[in-house]
């Protein structure tokens, strides 16, 4: 396995471990979302949504794309995001 295969499984059980962030970045996917309408995709208080982004945004599995914005701002998932989350719906189906 190379280093960037051990990299993504670290990042996707860091994912997983936490149904909130499983659940934001299964909300985000392809899109570009705010953080309101990923609260109310994913059914957690928009208070913890914040939290939970900012610990992805450190991880750097999503970004925020108008990060001067007061409100409104629009996350999205880098490409390594896109990658774990793919990770994590294989994993699913391999277990149904």
Same mark, same amino acid.
Do not use: N
């Given at each position: 396995? @190379?280093?960037k295969d051990d990299e993504l499984l670290k990042l996707t059980s860091y994912v997983e471990i936490s149904?909130? /962030?499983e659940k934001t970045l299964k909300s985000i996917g392809n899109n570009v979302k705010i953080p309101t309408n990923i609260? $109310?995709? @994913?059914g957690i208080r928009t208070n913890h949504i914040s939290?939970?982004?900012s610990e992805l945004k450190s991880k750097e599995i999503v970004e925020c794309i108008n %990060? %001067?914005? /007061?409100? #409104?701002r629009l996350y999205r998932l880098t490409d390594t #995001? $896109? %990658?774990v989350l793919e990770s994590i719906n294989e994993k699913k189906e391999e277990e149904n």
């Open positions: 396995m @190379s280093q149904k909130y /962030r609260a $109310k995709d @994913s939290k939970v982004l %990060e %001067e914005a /007061r409100k #409104g #995001g $896109k %990658e």
